[in-house]
């Protein structure tokens, strides 16, 4: 008979053989008595029998992820987490950033434990700052800058000459970077400069000098480029 003829873990197994006529029979060692085996299962070395892969180990923010396949081990289910070196997350990150997508199979008494790490980036969107600008009054509001569907602008529009600092501030800070490769606030010095005015039609007088009782002078003008014409004597 076989006492402990079977098994499944890894382990050691002291099997028991006994002659079930101990009389008649005997071993080939020359005697009757029970014997012990000393058997053993070792533990086994995993393999990833498929290989985890990314499908691509960079996009831009907004674009199609990735595509993750796990891959088979040989034991094991493989586990799959991401990180970005502080925080561990379930779920593939969405926002921009430096990552890692972890494969992990937990090891066992049975069997040993594997891991695989594949980084990748999800870039962010890059957005171009305007030019400051420098404009000559003209009477009309001007601008600088407009809102758009990236960022605010803040002190954007002017009419009257004078310095304009236009403040542009991301609406997505996390996933929008400007050009200069940070997501700080722009701060534009624009500037309205003061005309230079002048007489559409210079004013003129018909004589200079005349005598008492004759008729007067005639006065004549017209308008400026910008404001009223004021005449005084």
Request: glycine share 8%; aromatic share 10%.
């Given at each position: 008979?076989?006492?402990?003829g079977?098994?499944t873990?890894?382990?050691?197994?002291?099997?028991v053989?006994?002659l079930?006529?101990?009389?008649?029979?005997?071993?080939?060692?020359?005697?009757?008595?029970?014997?012990?085996?000393?058997?053993?299962?070792?533990?086994?070395?995993?393999?990833?029998?498929?290989?985890p892969?990314?499908?691509?180990?960079?996009?831009?923010?907004?674009?199609?992820?990735?595509?993750?396949?796990?891959?088979?081990?040989?034991?094991?289910?493989?586990?799959?987490?991401?990180?970005?070196?502080?925080?561990?997350?379930?779920?593939?990150?969405?926002?921009a950033?430096?990552?890692?997508?972890?494969?992990?199979?937990?090891?066992?008494?049975?069997?040993?434990?594997?891991?695989?790490?594949?980084?990748?980036?999800?870039?962010?969107?890059?957005?171009?700052?305007?030019?400051?600008?420098?404009v000559?009054?003209?009477?009309?509001e001007?601008?600088?800058?407009?809102?758009?569907?990236?960022?605010?602008?803040?002190?954007?529009?002017?009419?009257?000459?004078?310095?304009y600092?236009?403040?542009?501030?991301?609406?997505?800070?996390?996933?929008?970077?400007?050009?200069?490769?940070?997501?700080?606030?722009i701060?534009?010095?624009?500037?309205?400069v003061?005309?230079t005015?002048?007489?559409?039609?210079?004013?003129?007088?018909?004589?200079?000098?005349?005598?008492?009782?004759?008729?007067?002078?005639?006065?004549?003008?017209?308008?400026?480029?910008?404001?009223?014409?004021?005449v005084?004597?």
């Open positions: 008979t076989v006492e402990n079977v098994g873990d890894a382990d050691k197994y002291n099997v053989l006994t079930k006529d101990k009389v008649n029979y005997k071993w080939n060692n020359g005697n009757s008595e029970d014997i012990t085996l000393a058997c053993e299962i070792l533990k086994a070395t995993n393999v990833f029998t498929a290989d892969t990314i499908s691509k180990e960079t996009w831009t923010y907004g674009n199609t992820q990735a595509t993750i396949n796990a891959g088979e081990s040989s034991f094991g289910e493989v586990v799959v987490k991401y990180t970005d070196g502080e925080t561990e997350y379930e779920e593939m990150p969405t926002n950033g430096s990552y890692k997508v972890i494969f992990t199979v937990s090891g066992t008494d049975n069997y040993d434990g594997l891991v695989k790490e594949i980084e990748f980036v999800i870039e962010h969107v890059v957005v171009s700052i305007p030019s400051a600008t420098t000559t009054y003209d009477g009309n001007k601008v600088f800058a407009r809102e758009t569907v990236n960022y605010t602008v803040e002190n954007g529009v002017g009419t009257d000459a004078g310095k600092n236009l403040v542009l501030t991301l609406k997505d800070k996390v996933n929008y970077k400007w050009t200069n490769g940070n997501s700080e606030d701060t534009l010095a624009c500037e309205i003061k005309a005015n002048a007489f559409t039609v210079e004013p003129t007088i018909s004589k200079t000098n005349w005598t008492y009782g004759e008729e007067s002078a005639v006065v004549t003008f017209d308008k400026a480029n910008f404001g009223d014409v004021v005084k004597y």
